[in-house]
């Protein structure tokens, strides 16, 4: 299954002239003062073509 997340930066590092340089990772990050606000982070390494 592709998450659509994903493939939005996949178009964007291909569109900024970069490409992937290994995995892409999920982070998510929660804050106990704010409730149940989340925020998702997508880490992936890249290098300039």
Request: proline fraction near 8%; include cysteine; glycine fraction near 6%.
């Amino acid at each position: 299954m592709v998450i659509p997340s994903v493939q939005a930066l996949a178009r964007w590092i291909d569109a900024h002239g970069y490409t992937s340089a290994g995995p892409t990772r999920e982070v998510t990050l929660s804050c106990p003062d704010c409730g149940d606000h989340t925020v998702t982070e997508l880490q992936e390494p890249v290098v300039r073509r």
